[in-house]
């Protein structure tokens, strides 16, 4: 199975979340899944593809043709495929994918995570989708989803067709075991 990662580029984050996501992708390799993500050589979205790449796992970058600057791209992809704009890469992410981890990241990792989950919840795609909650990363973004249910501002389901997860293995488990969830809400 094809996991896309979507995750900071940040080379100024605290040395845990380097760690966690390195492991994930190691894990995830381990397991025989393959990673797809945006090609970043820094950041999380390098973590990811490192570990991935320790044990000799397929990893797909796909990227922007303005992102073709030394350093800005991981090299050691199995296979890269080069977009023109970030709308068409988000759709390859997604087309090439059966699953999405979200790892921590900034407004872009949040955009894409916000894309898949409405995406889910319009019954557009039906795949497992998992934050990774390291150090308890997205325990605001999780409250935030609690509170705008709550506030009926979308139905509480759509809160259940994501996971707040902090084990790679759980994480990687859930995948694995996915159930459809039915349709659209």
């Given at each position: 199975m094809n996991i896309c990662i979507y995750g900071a580029s940040s080379e100024e984050l605290k040395k845990i979340y380097y760690e966690k996501t390195e492991e994930l992708g190691r894990l995830m390799a381990k397991?025989?899944?393959?990673?797809?993500?945006?090609?970043?050589?820094?950041?999380?979205?390098?973590?990811?593809?490192?570990?991935?790449?320790h044990e000799k796992g397929y990893i797909l970058g796909i990227s922007p043709k303005f992102?073709?600057?030394?350093?800005?791209?991981?090299?050691?992809?199995?296979?890269?495929?080069?977009?023109?704009?970030?709308?068409?890469?988000?759709?390859l992410l997604e087309s090439r994918s059966d699953a999405t981890i979200v790892v921590p990241g900034g407004i872009g990792t949040y955009?894409?995570?916000f894309e898949i989950l409405t995406l889910k919840s319009l019954g557009r795609i039906d795949r497992p989708i998992v934050?990774?909650?390291?150090?308890?990363?997205?325990?605001?973004?999780?409250?935030?989803?609690?509170?705008?249910?709550?506030?009926?501002?979308?139905?509480?389901?759509?809160?259940?067709l994501c996971r707040f997860m902090k084990n790679p293995e759980e994480i990687l488990d859930y995948i694995e075991n996915y159930k459809n969830y039915g349709g659209k809400l």
């Amino acid at each position: 199975m094809n996991i896309c990662i979507y995750g900071a580029s940040s080379e100024e984050l605290k040395k845990i979340y380097y760690e966690k996501t390195e492991e994930l992708g190691r894990l995830m390799a381990k397991r025989g899944h393959g990673l797809v993500f945006g090609g970043g050589e820094t950041g999380l979205m390098g973590a990811a593809a490192r570990g991935v790449s320790h044990e000799k796992g397929y990893i797909l970058g796909i990227s922007p043709k303005f992102f073709d600057q030394p350093g800005v791209l991981y090299q050691h992809c199995t296979e890269f495929i080069f977009t023109e704009t970030m709308r068409e890469r988000k759709h390859l992410l997604e087309s090439r994918s059966d699953a999405t981890i979200v790892v921590p990241g900034g407004i872009g990792t949040y955009e894409e995570f916000f894309e898949i989950l409405t995406l889910k919840s319009l019954g557009r795609i039906d795949r497992p989708i998992v934050l990774y909650n390291i150090e308890g990363y997205y325990d605001s973004m999780r409250e935030l989803l609690e509170y705008t249910a709550a506030e009926k501002f979308m139905s509480r389901d759509v809160v259940g067709l994501c996971r707040f997860m902090k084990n790679p293995e759980e994480i990687l488990d859930y995948i694995e075991n996915y159930k459809n969830y039915g349709g659209k809400l």
